[in-house]
């Protein structure tokens, strides 16, 4: 082979060779690099969205929207106004509670247990159920079918100082007539035998309730709101200090007061019928201080 052939394949060779050492190399150096100096992708965090929405879910009717009805923190009274999406699911409501006369919604409210309830419902929670039944019942739909309840709970998502959507909303089975009946007349007889008697200074009709007494409130119109007929009837008694005729006036006057505290707390004042017995019917001894204070009273029951 000539010196000139010998070069040649020498430099065919060589570039041969290189190639080789290049490819297996260089090239994983480079790609191991690349793969080494990529930036590394970090998923981002998934936030929790902060709202709850507005749920109406039963047979025959579903809606839901992102929004919800609002209430602050302490208070009863719903945030006005009301957003259009809520709205509408309002709207679809009332057209399926006209078209099923029967069917009876239950409206749970709830509020957390760092808030004050001011109201004379037994809890926050059942205030604002009451405050979005009558919000239900502004817009057309009838009284008679809703029921409510209030739960006191541990948190709810809020939106700064205030409550997104505190309220479930459920579609009760509908009752047989007699049963509900039946349901109503021992709520009238419990109201009855142990009923809302509100105590007075000597010859004042002002008066503060407790607890235990908000509670019986909340019973009687639960009953007035079920029962159409019903009426209350509020009697007003005296001790025997004075003359009569003046203590049978001071007995109405209790009584009045009694039904004018009443209808500002949801009782609907023309279904309320006072009267006096005076000093006529007491219950406590008016020979003592004792029995002379639990004689100025007004008893409040379902007549």
């Known amino acids: 082979m000539s010196k000139k052939a010998l070069y040649l394949l020498g430099i065919a060779i060589t570039i041969i060779l290189g190639t080789f050492l290049y490819l297996k190399f260089c090239c994983n150096c480079c ?33 839901q929207t992102h929004d919800n009805l609002k209430f602050l923190k302490n208070s009863a009274i719903l945030v006005m106004p009301v957003s259009d999406s809520v709205t509408a699911g309002i709207e679809k409501l009332k057209a399926f509670l006209s078209s099923n006369p029967k069917q009876k919604v239950t409206i749970t409210g709830y509020a ?81 035998a142990d009923p809302l008697i509100l105590h007075f200074n000597t010859n004042q009709s002002r008066l503060t309730l407790n607890d235990s007494e908000k509670q019986k409130i909340t019973a009687i119109k639960q009953y007035l709101e079920h029962v159409k007929d019903a009426v209350v009837l509020a009697v007003g008694h005296s001790d025997n200090i004075g003359n009569h005729d003046s203590n049978v006036i001071l007995g109405q006057k209790r009584a009045d007061f009694s039904k004018n505290y009443l209808s500002k707390n949801g009782i609907d004042a023309t279904r309320i019928e006072t009267q006096s017995k005076g000093p006529d019917e007491p219950i406590g001894d008016n020979n003592t201080s004792e029995g002379k204070a639990s004689n100025r009273r007004t008893v409040i029951t379902i007549k």
Not at 35 to 59: C, H, R, W, Y
């Open 31 to 63: 790609d191991k690099t690349s793969t080494d100096d990529a930036p590394k992708i970090v998923s981002p965090a998934v936030q929790e969205p902060n709202f709850v929405p507005f749920v109406l879910s039963g047979s025959g009717i579903e809606y």
């Open 112 to 192: 957390t247990s760092d808030e004050k309830n001011t109201t004379t419902f037994e809890n926050l929670g059942l205030a604002r159920a009451n405050d979005v039944k009558n919000y239900f019942v502004s817009k057309g739909m009838l009284e008679n079918q809703f029921n409510t309840k209030g739960e006191v709970i541990d948190k709810w998502k809020m939106s700064a100082d205030t409550l997104l959507g505190p309220a479930n909303y459920s579609f009760d089975a509908i009752d047989s007539t007699s049963t509900a009946s039946d349901e109503w007349s021992a709520l009238r007889d419990k109201i009855n």
